[in-house]
């Protein structure tokens, strides 16, 4: 079965940087557009990233040219750089592809 397991939260301050990866397997991974999604408490989930079956990436304006999606088709796996992290960033980063999700990450950016 399929199944997307994020890793690399945790607590950084304000101008910080984290890197996200989701581990993937039970799908031909090469095959399909990868995405990261966010969801902040009392806040309805957001599209962060995506990137494309042949890599090209799409991001929402509010992480535009600081955070980077990539993917290794020969790992399976998914990541996310996040520099110049603001607070409003703190949310529970998911991995997702098609209609199904990971569990999610947490990501907190505080002083």
């Known amino acids: 079965q399929v199944q997307l397991v994020e890793s690399g939260g945790g607590l950084v301050q304000p101008g910080g940087s984290l890197s996200l990866s989701c581990a993937a397997s039970?799908?031909?991974?090469?095959?399909?557009?990868m995405s990261w999604y966010r969801q902040a408490p009392g806040k309805e989930r957001e599209l962060v990233a995506v990137?494309?079956?042949?890599?090209?990436?799409t991001y929402s304006d509010s992480v535009k040219g600081r955070f980077t999606i990539s993917r290794d088709n020969g790992k399976n796996m998914l990541f996310l750089q996040m520099n110049s992290l603001k607070p409003e960033d703190t949310a529970v980063y998911l991995c997702?592809?098609?209609?199904?999700w990971g569990r999610g990450t947490q990501v907190t950016v505080s002083s």
């Open positions: 997702n592809t098609r209609r199904f």
């Open positions: 039970g799908f031909s991974f090469s095959s399909y557009a």
């Open positions: 990137v494309s079956v042949g890599g090209a990436e």
